[in-house]
């Protein structure tokens, strides 16, 4: 049942986010060591690939006008990122990347844009398609990652290595955003293929994994990388994330799309993000959490 080809690595950056209150860094880069507690490595027998620490979270000079806070921390920490990322691609293993913030998905799209072509099924709550085109509000990457890793935005992040857009239009699957989500028409006059929560329930959560994975091997890619910000999930069930929401989905639902995902041999890294152990004092939504993604690699047969 367990995957020993899957590694677990570190990515413990919060560069990303806003701070959620005046001198206050945003708690999620202690994701990695929360779900660490919670004996993720053993659990799914993995290999521990260490990690890689991010430069200092500081936004004190940054004022709204300035494009994306901590950009420059962002250009230095990504190509890291994607190097050890890039290893383990090499290696045969299946990485599960623990953020850190939603921006870490700049370091995934890195490594796989340096060998080929590759797809993104993007499980959020948000479709995080902020960008200059649409926004005066740009500023924290973490609202903005899949406009960035899809090329909009500054070049600087958009373009490292001159190797931008990092995942094509045609390759990217969004799941599980909000029906209000004030991008969703952009996202479908653009061509993004995308199942909200509503539409994901009405078609059922496997059926709709299925799809997903047949529509990223129509697009001729050579893998694709699955991201997972929790606030996904239903904000009574995980309101330890920095802009939860209800009407999300619950852990049953996601067990079953991410396992689904999982199970394709296409399938070839993971990125959890934006949890929030500051949120969660007593431990109880960390391991919660850590069930539901050993139950989806299960589920996978992995």
Partial sequence: MINRGVAVLDAPSNLGLRPPAPGVVPGCYKLAGA????????????????????PRYDRH???????????????????KLADRIGHLMDAGRFALVLGGDCSILLGAALAMRRVGRFGLVFLDGHSDFRHPGNSASVGAAA?????LVTGR???????IEGL?????????VVMGVRSDDEYLEELRQLGIAVWTVGELRSEGSANVSTSAVAYLERSAVDGFW??????????????????????GLDHDELVTVLGGLLASPQSIGLDVT??????????TLAGRLTDTLVAAFGRAGL
Avoid: K
């Fill in 153 to 159: 935005g500054q070049a600087d992040i958009t373009s």
């Fill in 35 to 54: 779900i660490r507690d919670c004996r993720i490595v053993d659990r799914l027998e993995a290999a521990d690939a260490g990690c890689v620490t991010p």
């Fill in 61 to 79: 000079a940054w004022a709204p006008g300035d494009g994306v806070a901590n950009a420059a921390g962002l250009v230095a920490y990504t190509p």
């Fill in 226 to 247: 699955i991201h997972l910000d929790v606030d996904v999930l239903d904000s009574e069930i995980m309101p330890a994330v920095d802009s939860s929401a209800p009407g």
């Fill in 143 to 147: 609202g903005e990652d899949l406009a």
């Fill in 164 to 172: 931008g857009p990092y995942v094509g239009d045609d390759d990217v």
């Fill in 274 to 283: 934006v949890f929030d152990p500051d949120l969660d004092a007593d431990g």
